[in-house]
């Protein structure tokens, strides 16, 4: 049954796009070119399984992407659920707090067997992955609901799935990372090109609605610009 994809990319569809065009369908940019790969703030390649803080981009700025309950009365879930960013200017008290992020790069069987080979991982700009929290307390139960995915809204809550690439649902739960061409560091965006019968463009990840929880950026203002500094 493909009802759950269909909703997703028809609210998407009737969204204003920040960039729009016609994805490459099952065309995956080449991991091997050194010049796409993500680098963390010391200048290291950013690799799958590692945790890291997606701290702002902004000079001056503290905090970075976290995630919590911005309406317990539409979501009693005991667990946080809506991704957010978390930020104060730097000097303040109490400091922003951000909460780190692992990686998972889509490994389709091409993949594997190099995968296999290495060491690490690198991840490379815009190749699909799975972002998902990293929860202190691996017993605690949010711990089972820490991985992102796009709800029908266009905001990013927690609930997806790891590596799942042949259900229903699992157009919510891809995710990519490209250099910000406006000024420093990374940007999210969200391209269904894994997609095979989904004609819509890809989208920027910004803030939406009071200006903290992460979305679909469709009005092209308020996309999130982040650095990566891997958590010790």
Known sequence: MKTPIFLLVLSISFLPLA?????????????????NTILDTAGNPVVAGAKYYAIPALIGVEGGISVTNLNSTTNPSACPTDVVINETI???QPPAVAVP????????????????ADTADVITQQYPLNVAFDWADPSD????ENVWKLNLQGKIVTGGVIGEVDKDNYLANWFRIQENF???????N?????????????????TVGD??????????????????????
Not at 182 to 188: K, S
Not at 190 to 206: D, E, Q, T, V
């Open 19 to 35: 960039i729009t065009g016609l994805p490459p369908l099952i065309r995956l940019p080449t991991k091997g070119d050194v010049t």
């Open 90 to 92: 730097a000097g303040n």
């Open 101 to 116: 992020l692992t990686f998972y790069p889509l490994i389709d069987e091409a993949e594997a067997s190099r995968a296999a």
């Open 141 to 144: 139960p949010c711990a089972k």
């Open 182 to 188: 406006d000024g420093r560091g990374y940007v999210f």
């Open 190 to 206: 969200w391209w269904p090109s894994l997609c095979l019968f989904c004609k819509i463009g890809y989208s920027f990840i910004g």
């Open 211 to 232: 200006g903290y929880q992460l979305g679909i950026d469709h009005m092209g203002e308020s996309r999130y610009a982040f650095e990566l500094v891997k958590a010790e």
